[in-house]
């Protein structure tokens, strides 16, 4: 049963990077049997999809955050990680590291969340 | 590309049975058999109810079934109980399954 653990500063200020990092236990990363991935909630709003990553590299990313937006994987260390650059106050919100099986659609893992806020 | 349709909020009693709809397009939940549901309590992160439209992990209650017709994915909640209560979000692929967006979300009451 894979485990995810986000960690991360909680507060970033406006027109800097925002990096998460994303602790795989449970599997490898390495696994061809998952996608790995990022989604946000903004406080009291609803789910936005970030980007996602195979074992092989290809990445995935949300149109609308594309420009800004890395999701890589260190498997010397079991981690999948976030950047998200010039953020501003709308980037604030409940960031959760994921994944789901390659075989089906269908988030099955879930981090408990890491509150970021921008403020300066 | 937006996010998938779905009304504000949905009630009902113990014991009823509940539908909550997902209105997308044929380039998300009518192009592809790729719709998943997540139920989400109140701080907490959500959890998979169903994938690939109909099909329950492991341990998800039966009392929860999906099912889509066109452009629009259902999730139905037989036999209402109490810690049903929560939000509940659709999310399809879009764009050759390779992107995911989700809806925009409903909360259910339980009365």
């Known amino acids: 049963q894979l485990q995810l653990q986000e960690s991360g500063p909680g507060l970033v200020k406006p027109s800097e990077t925002l990096s998460l990092t994303c602790t795989v236990s449970g599997d490898s990363i390495s696994s061809s049997y998952y996608y790995w991935g990022w989604i946000r909630q903004p406080p009291g709003k609803g789910l936005e999809w970030i980007g996602s990553?195979?074992?092989?590299?290809?990445?995935y990313y949300n149109p609308s955050l594309k420009s800004r937006v890395t999701v890589s994987v260190d498997t010397s260390k079991n981690q999948f990680s976030l950047k998200l650059i010039s953020v501003t106050a709308a980037d604030t919100a409940v960031y959760y590291c994921a994944s789901r099986y390659t075989s089906r659609w269908g988030v099955d893992f879930w981090g408990q969340g890491t509150l970021v806020t921008v403020s300066s | 590309q937006s996010a998938l349709t779905q009304s504000a909020s949905v009630s009902g009693s113990p014991g009823q049975t509940i539908t909550i709809s997902c209105t997308g397009t044929s380039r998300d939940v009518g192009g592809y058999n790729y719709v998943s549901w997540y139920q989400q309590h109140p701080g907490k992160a959500p959890k998979l109810m169903i994938y690939?439209?109909?099909n329950r992990p492991s341990g998800v209650s039966n009392r929860f079934s999906g099912s889509k017709s066109g452009n629009t994915a259902s999730l139905t909640i037989s036999g209402l109980q109490a810690e049903d209560e929560a939000d509940y979000y659709c999310s399809s692929c879009t764009s050759s399954s390779t992107l995911y967006v989700f809806g925009t979300g409903t909360k259910v009451t339980v009365l």
């Open positions: 690939d439209v109909s």
């Open positions: 990553i195979y074992y092989s590299g290809s990445t």
